[in-house]
């Protein structure tokens, strides 16, 4: 199976910069989801990376090391609708997706 | 395009009785999964449909759970009958394309609570 580690919860100030980090041991790789998940709503999409480096899109950044098994997404200029349960997801080749149990972000004013 | 849509977005039963979640997906997505999120776990994959065809059902925990996606159009997935373990959040995502990477498109779940 596949084990996906990221933090339970992260706290941090509006304006500040949150890195959220995932760990990944995974067979048959085939790329890397960032979602966002606000309570009761459905995970949205934020990122995929499937080779490494950066992926940058406005105030979210996504890297991705695939020899280290390792993400992290990044959260510049945070506002306080930016609080919500931050997941990461690793697809495999049979296209399923694995979840990590979610990171949840509160900003505080 | 309209999203995801599921329903009933909660549904509280007692052990035993049956349930039917529905979910549609965006028109045009060939591909449709289920996943499942239990209390403090994580979000975990049950199955996925190709048009009408079950792909792959490998997630599916036991035969009380029944999947159909008749047409290829909504899906319903039953569980019948329903034990206190399958209480969770029942999430519906669906693709256009295998390998698309913006392609999933996730509902926004049926909580379903068993008593």
């Known amino acids: 199976g596949q084990n996906i580690d990221q933090p339970t919860e992260m706290t941090a100030t509006e304006g500040a910069i949150v890195q959220i980090n995932c760990t990944y041991q995974?067979?048959?790789?085939?790329?890397l989801f960032w979602y966002q998940q606000h309570a009761g709503e459905a995970p949205t999409f934020l990122s995929y990376?499937?080779?490494?480096g950066l992926e940058e899109k406005g105030r979210f950044s996504s890297f991705l090391s695939r020899s280290k098994g390792y993400s992290y997404l990044l959260l510049k200029e945070l506002q306080m609708k930016d609080s919500a349960s931050y997941l990461c997801?690793?697809?495999?080749?049979?296209?399923?997706?694995?979840f990590g149990a979610g990171t949840t972000v509160t900003v505080r004013a | 395009e309209a999203g995801v849509t599921q329903f009933p977005s909660h549904s509280v039963i007692e052990k035993g009785q049956t349930v039917t979640l529905r979910c549609d997906p965006i028109?045009?997505?060939?591909?449709l999964y289920w996943y499942r999120r239990v209390m403090g776990k994580e979000i975990k994959f049950l199955l996925h449909?190709?048009?009408?065809?079950?792909?792959?059902e490998s997630g599916m925990p036991n035969n009380r759970f029944l999947a159909e996606r008749t047409g290829g159009t909504y899906s319903t997935l039953k569980v019948q009958p329903a034990e206190l373990e399958d209480s969770g959040v029942y999430f519906c995502?669906?693709?256009?394309?295998?390998?698309?990477?913006?392609?999933?498109?996730f509902g926004s779940g049926t909580r379903l609570t068993v008593v």
């Open positions: 995502a669906s693709s256009q394309e295998f390998g698309q990477a913006y392609g999933y498109t």
């Open positions: 028109s045009g997505h060939d591909n």
């Open positions: 995974t067979s048959g790789f085939n790329g």
């Open positions: 997801a690793v697809r495999t080749n049979d296209y399923k997706l694995s």
């Open positions: 990376n499937v080779l490494d």
């Open positions: 449909f190709v048009k009408e065809s079950k792909q792959d």
